[in-house]
């Protein structure tokens, strides 16, 4: 099975740990996984700003990049249901561009969705002496239906438990763009949803989505809290400690992750 890694730009920027756990938890499955060292951005930044044109170019180049595998696999929610849910949508008038678009949408997969729907993966390599509480990203539960797919695996886990917190469906109050046009109304959601994370008694919060998990982790160091750790859930799968090799791996930005081609 080929499969094509979309790292995103967060991950590739941010926190190059979570693109490499994604790789191994994808090789210990038995994938054969590719890394295509020209992407850039799935255009959704472009799309949620109006711009439509920059959004419709971005698809364009994603779709010729990645077209050619058996499944592409992303750790973030948010990338992966703007590529299956909205590259569709940019491109309808485009009679090749349409076709395309929507061939390779049915086999784009957020990475947790992929370990448990295609691969039926029911053991993982990390290990968690611990507790965690879960966030559920906004994109990937209601446009991908993430929910019971990172329970599942995390399930698997050995030393790890699960604490649910308070309205984990509910916004971090990140939002991409909107976190910089409303920013007394993200900090408010951002402050509640650390509140709920808080009255878990929780060692770290786990998400799908580095957005929000960057979102969180900020207003939890703003309010003081340096202890609960914030992880990407394929470096809790993958045994990858983002916070303690954090520093690290961010040396290797994006040749790290995205400049590694076939592995």
């Keep these: 099975m080929r499969v094509a890694l979309f790292v995103t730009c967060l991950v590739d920027l941010m926190r190059p740990s979570v693109g490499f756990a994604t790789l191994q938890l994808l090789e210990d499955a038995g994938c054969s996984v590719t890394v295509p060292d020209g992407q850039t951005c799935c255009g959704q930044p472009a799309y949620s700003s109006g711009d439509r044109a920059v959004a419709q170019q971005l698809a364009k180049k ?3 990049e990645f077209e050619g ?3 592409v696999v992303a750790p973030s929610g948010s990338c992966a249901d703007h590529i299956r849910n909205a590259y569709p949508l940019l491109l309808a008038d ?3 561009w349409a076709a395309r678009a929507k061939a390779l949408s049915a086999r784009v997969f957020e990475l947790t ?3 448990c729907t295609v691969l039926k993966v029911d053991t993982v390599a990390g290990r968690f002496a611990g ?3 879960y966030h559920d990203s906004c994109s990937g539960l209601r446009g991908l239906g993430i929910r019971e797919q990172p329970r599942h695996l995390l399930s698997k886990v050995p030393g790890l438990e699960l604490r649910e917190m308070t309205a984990a469906n509910e916004c971090c109050g990140f939002g991409g763009a909107f976190s ?3 920013g007394d109304l993200s900090a408010a959601i951002a402050a509640r ?5 808080r009255a878990t008694q929780a060692d770290a919060i786990v998400g799908g989505d580095l957005g929000c998990l ?6 939890l160091r703003r309010e003081g809290d340096e202890q609960t750790r914030v992880l990407h859930v394929a470096e809790v799968l993958a045994g990858v400690d983002g916070v303690e090799h954090g520093a690290d791996a961010a040396t290797g930005g994006a040749k790290g992750v995205a400049g590694g081609g076939a592995l």
């Design 62 to 64: 994603v779709i010729a």
């Design 69 to 71: 595998f058996d499944y």
């Design 94 to 96: 485009e009679d090749d």
């Design 113 to 115: 969705d992929f370990l």
């Design 131 to 133: 507790s965690v509480t």
């Design 180 to 182: 910089l046009r409303f």
């Design 193 to 197: 949803k650390c509140g709920n994370v």
């Design 214 to 219: 960057l979102n969180i982790e900020g207003r």
